[in-house]
């Protein structure tokens, strides 16, 4: 998976952000381009421990019952001292034939939620996170994962752990386990020279 954010939208108390993803290898897929996009607020916009929330759509895709999951989803979360972000939310698959239980039947609605640690501090890098997230559902989005989160500096980072689907026969080869490796590097479009 190959893909860019970017966010449109100037203001601090309402944000928004629009994407692609290129799926690869892309056998069988006439069209490997998937979209997304959410608006939202960090936390605090509004007042004080005003919570974070969004609310968007994802797997965009162009490929008729093979990429075109598009699913809507709207997350809250709050930065709790100690404990770290907390985030959950719902989803809901507006293609039935592509959000189905092992046994063909529409699961197309389910829970979201994450945890984020605080920011441990460590020599040589910027930071590290601990992760974990989960999405219910009798279908293939179904799954949970953890890991960690080192950024070398400030904007780039590298995000790997495990994932275990819910529903391995739902996975290309009756998957039930896939390792994450994910490396983020933000730039910012609008920073003036020094």
């Known amino acids: 998976d190959v893909g860019l954010e970017i966010g449109v939208l100037p203001w601090s108390g309402l944000q928004m952000e629009v994407g692609f993803d290129f799926?690869?290898?892309?056998?069988?897929?006439d069209a490997p381009l998937l979209l997304n996009a959410k608006i939202g607020a960090p936390e605090g916009a509004y007042f004080e421990h005003s919570p974070g929330w969004s609310i968007g759509i994802y797997g965009i895709g162009f490929e008729e019952d093979v990429t075109d999951y598009n699913a809507l989803h709207v997350m809250?979360?709050?930065t709790i001292p100690y404990l770290g972000t907390l985030s959950a939310g719902i989803y809901y698959g507006l293609?039935?034939?592509?959000f189905q239980s092992?046994?063909?039947?529409?699961s197309q609605l389910g829970l979201m939620a994450s945890w984020v640690s605080p920011a441990i501090d460590l020599p040589l890098i910027d930071k590290l996170y601990f992760l974990w997230d989960v999405q219910t559902g009798a279908n293939a989005a179904a799954a949970t994962g953890g890991g960690i989160s080192v950024y070398f500096t400030p904007a780039i980072a590298l995000v790997?752990?495990?994932l275990f689907f819910f529903e391995p026969d739902t996975q290309p080869g009756g998957s039930s386990f896939m390792w994450s490796v994910q490396l983020d590097v933000d730039l910012d479009l609008t920073a003036k020279e020094p």
């Open 95 to 98: 293609n039935p034939d592509l």
């Open 160 to 162: 790997t752990g495990p």
């Open 23 to 29: 799926l690869y290898p892309t056998a069988g897929l």
């Open 76 to 78: 809250v979360g709050e």
């Open 102 to 106: 092992p046994d063909g039947d529409a």
